[in-house]
């Protein structure tokens, strides 16, 4: 006969109890026509008197049934093994196991397979080789009876128990009682015929199984739900769990669903047990504690922190959320809610990992900062630009902001090195007055720290001692440049401190000091001549006025004696000449004078003798003019090229009075400076007429 493997079905959950104890005492309360499948496994404790068609007990188990609506009844044991022999009998109705009686169904056909009560038969009893069916029962509501299922080969070979017949049995699985459906604990297993799996978050564990009757209950009123080691402890309800355990994810466990009839807690409704079966598999978690490491740019001190980043799980699935410190993570408070902003100073913070199934673990991610970036603020000092003075071109790549390997670039604020606008793009070449910069050094890192770099423009340094000079045209003179620099380089090509026989002209000195060079420029000026204004010659006084030059002069007739005064008497008639020097002693200057011949008496009577004034003598001279005033200053005559340069004392075509006349005579020197003469003198005009 085919095997039949009939499975007893809790919502959607198949389960299967074994049972060591088949004493009637201790006889399982069926509970509806839900099929029952079982493996007797020993005789019991008490050999019970069976009667009817039965001997003895062998592998042996004791139900009791109670009916909930009159009708027929049969069942059909059907072996696990089809070559397996099992008997049966059923008591009752409303006896005790202290008083069974005699059975009323009773069968020991001897034949494997199938055997029970159906509708076609007739015999209430079967003895060997008699048929393995006898004849339904007519039940009533109410009535209780016992039923033995016996294992005549004494093997493990198991059974299932189904119900048939128009009569239901009693029962609180249903929806009279049952409102809604139980939910068996835990989830299905990978292959379905293994018991459903209840999440622990370690191995072993200490679980509390209350934890899990409120989900397998599912608010249905009247319901509890207990918890054992072993299948036949769930269907006895012998020695529950009453108290958390340390369970494991290698054995099975079990639970049983029973029913309390408020008031009736001894009725066979409340004896009904739906047993099922879990066992716990262990999906703990870990969290790796990790480090993020930021930059502490600028020595800020704080850096903004992404701990999303921080690897402290391999599994996406897992929940993450973020706490300051492990106290706030244990008591929930103080979440980080920006976890991607998480600006910081270092230290510590935690994160609770939580997975789909309710499993957490807790990591720390330690907030560290890279090596800071070294720098310093330094100086550039550059000579200044010839052009202009005020500035200087500056190599900031020169300045040694930082001993590291890393990238700088150079910014004019602060502001602008730390946001990275308005670079400096010519840094080596930079153009700049006194001031600063600031210099931006990154790290491979990313890291950077910002330098400040002073900028001084080093201005020219000249020579305080070096100066213009005046000397004579025909002199020469030492430029002295003084002491102090560290190098000279004049226009001549010497390279001295002092250069001599420097004559009139413009001379340069580049003077170093320190790497900069100044191009000091000096010039030596002839000292200025001094010019004869004009003479005025008066008889034998010659006086010469002199302008330019620097005073005080020296005045000479033949540049050997010298005098302080300007005015030279008893110079002989004739031409002489006037030596004139400076203060600076140079050569003199000379001018030529004419002293002419001094005619003091005319006669102007036609004899041919001293009849005129003649200085045609003079005629060469420009601007030649000969003026003759009589003694009140008035002018009476003036001889000129129309005249000769002669005098005839009249005026006006008359003769003059006799008497004593002044005149004068003006020119100007043929030389370069056209120096004006003016001669004086007296005549005396006799005129007989």
């Known amino acids: 006969m085919k095997k039949i493997l009939f499975i007893f079905l809790m919502i959607l959950s198949q389960i299967t109890f074994g049972q060591s104890s088949s004493d009637c005492g201790g006889n399982v309360q069926v509970c509806g026509n839900t099929p029952i499948s079982f493996t007797p496994t020993g005789p019991g404790n008490v050999l019970e008197t069976l009667g009817g068609c039965l001997f003895a007990e062998h592998f042996s188990i004791w139900y009791t049934f109670t009916v909930a609506t009159s009708g027929t009844l049969t069942f059909t044991i059907n072996p696990n093994v089809a070559s397996t022999d099992y008997d049966w009998a059923v008591y009752g109705p409303n006896v005790t196991c202290s008083n069974l009686g005699s059975p009323i169904r009773c069968n020991y056909s001897g034949t494997s397979g199938p055997t029970g009560l159906n509708m076609t038969n007739t015999n209430t009893s079967s003895t060997a080789a008699g048929s393995p069916f006898c004849s339904y029962m007519d039940v009533?509501?109410?009535?209780?009876?016992?039923?033995?299922?016996?294992?005549?080969?004494?093997?493990?070979?198991?059974?299932?128990?189904?119900?048939?017949?128009?009569?239901?049995?009693?029962?609180?699985?249903?929806?009279?009682?049952?409102?809604?459906?139980?939910?068996?604990?835990?989830?299905?297993?990978?292959?379905?015929?293994?018991?459903?799996?209840?999440?622990?978050?370690?191995?072993?564990?200490?679980?509390?199984?209350?934890?899990?009757?409120?989900?397998?209950?599912?608010?249905?009123?009247?319901?509890?739900?207990?918890?054992?080691?072993?299948?036949?402890?769930?269907?006895?309800?012998?020695?529950?769990?009453?108290?958390?355990?340390?369970?494991?994810?290698?054995?099975?466990?079990?639970?049983?669903?029973?029913?309390?009839?408020?008031?009736?807690?001894?009725?066979?409704?409340?004896?009904?047990?739906?047993?099922?079966?879990?066992?716990?598999?262990?999906?703990?978690?870990?969290?790796?504690?990790?480090?993020?490491?930021?930059?502490?740019?600028?020595?800020?001190?704080?850096?903004?922190?992404?701990?999303?980043t921080a690897n402290v799980t391999t599994d996406p699935a897992l929940t993450k959320k973020y706490y300051p410190t492990l106290a706030d993570l244990n008591a929930g408070t103080n979440e980080i809610t920006n976890p991607y902003q998480y600006i910081s100073a270092g230290g510590d913070v935690y994160v609770l990992l939580t997975s789909p199934y309710g499993c957490k673990a807790t990591a720390k991610i330690t907030l560290s900062f890279f090596p800071v970036v070294t720098v310093m603020d330094v100086t550039l000092r550059s000579c200044y630009i010839p052009a202009n003075p005020a500035t200087a071109s500056f190599d900031l790549t020169s300045a040694s902001v930082t001993s590291q390997t890393a990238t700088k670039k150079y910014y004019p604020s602060i502001t602008d090195a730390v946001a990275g606008t308005n670079e400096i793009l010519n840094p080596t070449t930079f153009v700049s007055p006194n001031g600063v910069v600031?210099?931006?050094?990154?790290?491979?890192?990313?890291?950077?720290?910002?330098a400040k770099v002073t900028l001084v423009v080093l201005p020219p340094v000249y020579s305080s001692l070096l100066e213009d000079k005046i000397i004579c045209m025909e002199d020469t003179t030492t430029l002295d440049a003084g002491p102090g620099f560290t190098s000279y380089k004049w226009s001549t090509g010497a390279t001295s401190q002092t250069i001599s026989n420097v004559s009139v002209g413009t001379y340069w000195v580049d003077l170093k000091t320190g790497d900069c060079v100044t191009r000091q420029t000096v010039k030596v000026?002839?000292?200025?001549?001094?010019?004869?204004?004009?003479?005025?010659?008066?008889?034998?006084?010659?006086?010469?006025?002199?302008?330019?030059?620097?005073?005080?002069?020296?005045?000479?007739?033949?540049?050997?004696?010298?005098?302080?005064?300007?005015?030279?008497?008893?110079?002989?008639?004739?031409?002489?000449?006037?030596?004139?020097?400076?203060?600076?002693?140079?050569?003199?200057?000379?001018?030529?004078?004419?002293?002419?011949?001094?005619?003091?008496?005319?006669?102007?009577?036609?004899?041919?003798?001293?009849?005129?004034?003649?200085?045609?003598?003079?005629?060469?001279?420009?601007?030649?003019?000969?003026?003759?005033?009589?003694?009140?200053?008035?002018?009476?005559?003036?001889?000129?090229?129309?005249?000769?340069?002669?005098?005839?004392?009249?005026?006006?075509?008359?003769?003059?009075?006799?008497?004593?006349?002044?005149?004068?005579?003006?020119?100007?020197?043929?030389?370069?400076?056209?120096?004006?003469?003016?001669?004086?003198?007296?005549?005396?005009?006799?005129?007989?007429?």
């Open 525 to 689: 000026y002839p000292s200025e001549q001094p010019v004869v204004s004009n003479i005025d010659i008066t008889n034998n006084t010659v006086t010469a006025n002199v302008v330019g030059g620097t005073p005080p002069y020296k005045y000479s007739l033949d540049g050997i004696k010298w005098q302080d005064s300007n005015v030279f008497n008893n110079v002989p008639r004739g031409d002489n000449t006037i030596f004139v020097k400076d203060g600076y002693d140079c050569d003199p200057i000379t001018i030529n004078i004419v002293i002419p011949n001094l005619v003091n008496v005319i006669t102007p009577n036609g004899d041919g003798v001293n009849d005129v004034i003649d200085y045609s003598a003079l005629a060469g001279k420009k601007g030649l003019v000969f003026t003759i005033y009589d003694r009140y200053g008035v002018k009476v005559g003036q001889a000129d090229k129309s005249t000769g340069y002669k005098w005839d004392g009249t005026t006006l075509g008359k003769k003059v009075p006799t008497g004593t006349y002044w005149y004068s005579v003006e020119w100007n020197e043929n030389d370069k400076k056209n120096t004006p003469f003016k001669f004086s003198g007296w005549v005396m005009v006799k005129n007989r007429e």
């Open 438 to 450: 600031f210099v931006k050094v990154t790290d491979a890192n990313g890291c950077y720290n910002v």
């Open 140 to 308: 009533v509501a109410g009535q209780t009876y016992y039923l033995i299922v016996d294992n005549f080969q004494s093997t493990t070979n198991g059974f299932v128990l189904t119900w048939g017949g128009t009569a239901t049995l009693v029962s609180p699985f249903n929806s009279a009682y049952q409102p809604y459906p139980f939910l068996p604990p835990g989830n299905p297993a990978a292959n379905p015929n293994d018991p459903r799996e209840v999440i622990v978050c370690s191995n072993p564990a200490v679980f509390d199984f209350t934890t899990l009757s409120a989900g397998i209950i599912n608010n249905n009123p009247n319901f509890n739900v207990s918890y054992y080691y072993n299948s036949n402890d769930a269907i006895s309800g012998n020695n529950p769990i009453t108290t958390p355990i340390t369970v494991n994810t290698t054995d099975i466990y079990y639970y049983a669903i029973t029913y309390s009839v408020p008031g009736a807690p001894a009725t066979a409704i409340n004896r009904c047990r739906i047993p099922g079966k879990f066992k716990f598999i262990q999906r703990a978690i870990t969290g790796t504690n990790a480090t993020l490491t930021k930059c502490n740019n600028n020595n800020m001190g704080t850096a903004v922190f992404d701990l999303t």
